[in-house]
C-alpha cells in the first residue's frame, strides 16, 4: 500500500476515533444535567460547571499558546456579547429547562436549534430560504409539539408548558450566538475559550443577585466538573481536532446524530425515565428535517471546520 494512502487512513482512523470520544461523551450530559439538578440549582450548576470550562479551555490555549489577549482586543464587544449569550444565557435557560422537563424531553427539543437557526438566519441575515427548508423546519416543529404533548396533538396538552418554553428558547439563545460567531474570523477554540471568559462574569453576577453563592458538597462539585469537561470544554477540543484530521467533514459530521440515540439508553439505565414511543418518534422527525435541511445549506460543523483552517 503507498505511504500516501497508508497516512490517509490513519489520519481517517483518527479523526473516527476523536469524533466518536466526542458523542460519546455528549450522549451521556443529559443524565448529568439531572443529576447535577439534584445537588444544585440551575444557575448554581452553570457557574461551578463554568469554573471547571474555562480552566480547562484556558489551559489549552496556553499550551497551544495561542495569543488570548491580542484575539481579545480585536473585538473585545463582540466577545463579551458572545460570552453574554453562550454560556451566559444559554445553559442558565438550558438547565431550567431539564429542570422542568423529563431529560428525553429537553434533549429531544434541544436538537431542534439547527431549524430554528434557519428560521432566525432568514429573519435577520436575509439569508434566502427554499421552500424545501421552509417544510423541513415545518415537519421539525411538528416533531418538536408531538414530543412536548405526548403524541396527543388533538388536546395539544402539555405536561409542562414552561418548560417547553424554556427548551424553546435555548434553540433561540444558542442559533442567535452562532448567527453572532459567523462573523468571527480567529481561531475556534480561542473564540470559546474567550467567549466562556466573558461569560462568567456575567453568571457570578446573576448567582451573586439571585442565589447565595456557596462552595457545593463533593457530589454537587464532581458532576459539575464532569459537565464543564463534557459537555462544554474537552468534548469541543475533541470534536475540533475530529473536524481537523478529516477529509470528510460531512461524514465525521453524520457521526453526531448517534448522540441523541445513546443519551436516550442512558437517561433510561441511569435515570430510570421510561423512554416513551413518543419521544423516540418525535426525535426521529426532528433529526429528519435537520437533515434534510442540512443538505440544502452548509452545516454549522463546515463553518467550524472551515474556521480551524484559517
Known amino acids: 500500500m503507498p505511504k500516501e494512502n497508508c497516512t490517509e487512513r490513519t489520519t481517517l482512523e483518527k479523526s473516527t476515533i476523536y469524533a466518536l470520544i466526542a458523542v460519546a461523551c455528549w450522549s451521556t450530559v443529559a443524565t448529568a444535567f439531572k443529576l447535577g439538578l439534584q445537588y444544585l440549582t440551575p444557575l448554581s450548576l452553570v457557574l461551578w460547571s463554568l469554573v471547571f470550562a474555562c480552566g480547562f479551555l484556558a489551559s489549552v490555549a496556553w ?23 453562550n454560556p451566559g444565557i444559554y445553559y442558565p435557560v438550558l438547565f431550567l429547562a431539564y429542570d422542568k422537563l423529563p431529560a428525553q424531553q429537553a434533549q429531544s427539543i434541544n436538537y431542534s436549534w439547527a431549524l430554528m437557526l434557519v428560521i432566525m438566519s432568514a429573519i435577520f441575515l436575509r439569508e434566502k430560504v427554499s421552500v424545501k427548508d421552509w417544510l423541513a423546519c415545518a415537519v421539525g416543529y411538528f416533531g418538536v409539539i408531538f414530543i412536548a404533548t405526548g403524541g396527543d396533538l388533538t388536546a395539544l396538552h402539555f405536561e409542562s408548558p414552561n418548560g417547553v418554553m424554556l427548551a424553546v428558547a435555548s434553540t433561540i439563545v444558542w442559533a442567535s450566538y452562532w448567527i453572532i460567531s459567523r462573523q468571527t474570523q480567529s481561531h475556534p477554540l480561542a473564540t470559546m475559550t474567550l467567549n466562556f471568559m466573558c461569560g462568567l462574569p456575567v453568571v457570578i453576577i446573576a448567582c451573586v443577585l439571585l442565589e447565595t453563592v ?28 475530529a473536524l481537523q484530521l478529516t477529509k470528510n467533514t460531512a461524514r465525521t459530521s453524520n457521526l453526531i446524530y448517534l448522540s441523541p440515540f445513546i443519551s436516550l439508553l442512558l437517561i433510561y439505565q441511569v435515570l430510570g425515565e421510561a423512554i416513551q414511543q413518543e419521544t423516540i418518534i418525535g426525535l426521529i422527525i426532528i433529526l429528519m428535517a435537520v437533515v434534510v435541511q442540512q443538505k440544502q445549506n452548509k452545516s454549522t460543523d463546515n463553518e467550524i471546520m472551515e474556521k480551524s483552517e484559517r
Open 214 to 241: 456557596e462552595l457545593p458538597d463533593w457530589r454537587g462539585l464532581l458532576v459539575a466538573g464532569y459537565i464543564g469537561l463534557m459537555e462544554m470544554a474537552l468534548t469541543f477540543v475533541l470534536w475540533l481536532k
Open 63 to 85: 499550551f497551544q499558546k495561542l495569543p488570548l489577549l491580542s484575539i481579545y482586543r480585536q473585538s473585545p464587544w463582540r466577545y463579551w456579547l458572545m460570552g453574554a449569550l
